[in-house]
């Protein structure tokens, strides 16, 4: 396959696939996403239904789990992708520090327009037992995107998350 390339230039460049990347993000999948999806959202279903009593369905159900789910698997899924694959890259638990530090925050807050959207519709109207299908179908397209974020390292746009955070930071200390 062949690209143009973006920097104005009239030369073609040959798009390479790194497969050793393809395959660490697709263990990432397999090994946590998976399973620990699976037990999420099993888990997640019972919970509003037995502790909670929510109606399967209603407004409080959906509102609910799209509300733990960004809360805590959100997360959590976040921090595991960059530091696996940190470690997997061969970096020492300081850099991947340093990088989890960097990548977080940008990708915390662009996925929360996104999936709490899909996940509305996944807990209104999929199937408990096939929620996780659904889930993992756009993972696929997060996983691309996340591994996209990563190797953004000084990107403008980060850069700019990093400056917000630090005024922040030094609004809190002043006042």
């Known amino acids: 396959m062949r690209i143009q390339k973006s920097r104005g230039s009239d030369e073609d460049e040959e798009l390479k696939i790194n497969w050793r990347r393809v395959a660490t993000t697709s263990l990432f999948g397999f090994g946590f996403v998976g399973p620990v999806g699976h037990f999420w959202y099993e888990g997640l279903d019972q919970v509003m239904k037995s502790r909670l009593h929510l109606q399967p369905k209603s407004m409080r159900f959906v509102a609910s789990k799209v509300a733990l789910d960004g809360i805590i698997f959100g997360p959590l899924d976040l921090l595991v992708f960059f530091s696996y694959m940190g470690f997997s890259s061969g970096k020492s638990a300081t850099q991947v520090k340093e ?77």
């Open 99 to 175: 990088d989890v530090k960097r990548d977080f925050i940008p990708a915390f807050v662009l996925e929360g327009g996104i999936w709490p959207l899909l996940q509305v519709a996944n807990f209104r109207f999929v199937p408990v037992r096939y929620q996780l299908l659904y889930v993992n179908l756009f993972c696929l397209l997060d996983s691309c995107f996340l591994s996209w974020v990563e190797q953004q390292q000084d990107a403008p746009w980060k850069q700019w998350f990093k400056s917000f955070l630090a005024m922040k930071e030094e609004e809190g200390q002043g006042g």
